[in-house]
């Protein structure tokens, strides 16, 4: 592991949470039997260090403009279709014995180096965690402030070692319709399924997360590891991954399946294309109150000056 000097997009405080304390709690949680009712039965409240975390994730405070979405918040708002369609049915019904541990990930596709992962393994095998805070903009036009922990995309496919033909990754979400009701029906093309082109995949910011303010991630949240692309509108981090692919054609996605007109592949925060049914140019700030407010929405997500030249000659109105 090594820590660099601030990058141009690091939010302040990235603090580096090493991976044997992240594997240690999953290992706690599991040793005393205690499972997801555990991670669940935690104080959402309780200090970070209390399972040596670094606790000191409030910088990003300090700053203006830039708050730290409170915990609850991002734990009680959540989209996760496969659980409910409301904001509060991911936390109440993916806690009612979906077993997010033990958990494998697969790496295949057109790479020289597939693998099937103990995601515990796997975190192991890139080389551990760290913590990055980022911007959190919906397609829905809400946004958060997340403290994530994890590790760089281009780690992966650094291991992996695409092939010349691979152009693209594609990402899948579990599917487990004995436990999941909803993928018993065909409302949606289960399971999930998202993608990145390889270069946007190695951009830095492109991160694979496996907690939250230093706790491993909740089942609402994507547990136990989910993609994470800040510049992006939200739906493009698929959750609770099994499965990443390096392909050689545009993968399908869900959203773009369901409704091409309104959810592109690429997806890119932009307040300049409005969704067909409402505008981009604002979102509002979760956990900052009823009047708390609204912020205008930036380009990219306020990411522009280490993205846009993944899409230098391309016409976003078009690659929407
Ligand atoms: N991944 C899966 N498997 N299923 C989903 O419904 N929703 C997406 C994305 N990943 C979704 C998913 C959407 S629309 C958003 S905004 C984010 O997850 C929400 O992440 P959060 O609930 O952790 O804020």
Same mark, same amino acid.
């Given at each position: 592991? %090594?820590?660099?000097?601030?990058?141009?997009?690091?939010?302040?405080?990235?603090?580096?949470?090493?991976?044997?304390?992240?594997?240690?709690?999953? +290992?706690?949680?599991? &040793?005393?039997?205690?499972?997801?009712?555990?991670?669940?039965?935690?104080?959402?409240?309780?200090?970070?260090?209390?399972?040596?975390?670094?606790?000191?994730?409030?910088?990003?405070?300090?700053?203006?403009?830039?708050?730290?979405?409170?915990?609850?918040? $991002?734990?009680?708002?959540?989209?996760?279709?496969?659980?409910?369609?409301?904001?509060?049915?991911?936390?109440?019904?993916?806690?009612?014995?979906? @077993?997010?541990? *033990?958990?494998?990930?697969? $790496?295949?596709?057109?790479?020289? @180096?597939?693998?099937?992962?103990?995601?515990?393994?796997? !975190? @192991?095998?890139?080389?551990? $965690?760290?913590?990055?805070?980022?911007? =959190?903009?919906?397609?829905?036009?809400?946004?958060?402030?997340?403290?994530?922990?994890?590790?760089?995309?281009?780690?992966?496919?650094?291991?992996?070692?695409?092939?010349?033909?691979?152009?693209?990754?594609?990402?899948?979400?579990?599917?487990?319709?004995?436990?999941? *009701?909803?993928?018993?029906?065909?409302?949606?093309?289960?399971? %999930?399924?998202?993608?990145? &082109?390889?270069?946007?995949?190695?951009?830095?910011?492109?991160?694979?997360?496996?907690?939250?303010?230093?706790?491993?991630?909740?089942? +609402?949240?994507?547990? /136990? $590891?989910?993609?994470?692309? /800040?510049?992006?509108?939200?739906?493009?981090?698929?959750?609770?991954?099994?499965? !990443?692919?390096?392909?050689?054609?545009?993968?399908?996605?869900?959203?773009?399946?369901?409704?091409?007109?309104? %959810?592109?592949?690429?997806?890119?925060?932009?307040?300049?294309?409005? =969704?067909?049914?409402?505008?981009? @140019?604002?979102?509002?700030?979760?956990?900052?109150?009823?009047?708390?407010?609204?912020? /205008?929405?930036?380009?990219?997500?306020?990411?522009?000056?280490?993205?846009?030249?993944?899409?230098?000659?391309?016409?976003?109105?078009?690659?929407?």
């Amino acid at each position: 592991m %090594y820590i660099r000097n601030k990058l141009s997009w690091q939010l302040p405080d990235s603090a580096v949470t090493s991976q044997s304390n992240y594997v240690g709690r999953r +290992q706690f949680l599991r &040793t005393f039997g205690l499972g997801l009712a555990a991670g669940a039965l935690l104080p959402s409240v309780a200090p970070a260090a209390t399972f040596g975390f670094p606790d000191s994730l409030n910088a990003a405070e300090s700053l203006p403009g830039v708050k730290l979405t409170p915990y609850d918040n $991002i734990l009680a708002y959540n989209n996760f279709y496969e659980w409910g369609l409301e904001k509060g049915d991911p936390k109440e019904n993916s806690n009612n014995g979906w @077993k997010t541990e *033990p958990w494998t990930i697969e $790496i295949g596709g057109m790479c020289t @180096k597939p693998g099937k992962y103990d995601v515990d393994d796997f !975190i @192991k095998a890139v080389g551990g $965690i760290e913590q990055r805070n980022y911007r =959190h903009r919906c397609v829905e036009a809400w946004s958060m402030v997340i403290p994530w922990d994890g590790f760089a995309l281009s780690k992966v496919v650094a291991m992996a070692q695409p092939k010349p033909e691979a152009k693209y990754l594609q990402f899948t979400s579990f599917m487990d319709p004995k436990n999941c *009701p909803a993928q018993r029906s065909q409302d949606f093309p289960w399971p %999930y399924t998202e993608g990145l &082109t390889l270069p946007e995949s190695t951009n830095e910011l492109a991160f694979l997360a496996t907690g939250i303010y230093g706790k491993p991630l909740l089942n +609402q949240n994507g547990a /136990p $590891i989910r993609l994470v692309v /800040p510049w992006k509108y939200g739906f493009k981090g698929a959750k609770s991954l099994v499965r !990443i692919d390096f392909v050689a054609q545009q993968p399908k996605t869900l959203w773009n399946q369901m409704a091409p007109n309104e %959810y592109g592949f690429y997806a890119n925060v932009n307040p300049g294309v409005d =969704h067909p049914r409402w505008s981009q @140019k604002t979102e509002r700030i979760i956990g900052a109150g009823f009047f708390g407010g609204r912020q /205008p929405t930036l380009k990219f997500n306020g990411y522009e000056k280490e993205v846009a030249g993944l899409y230098a000659g391309l016409d976003l109105r078009q690659n929407f």
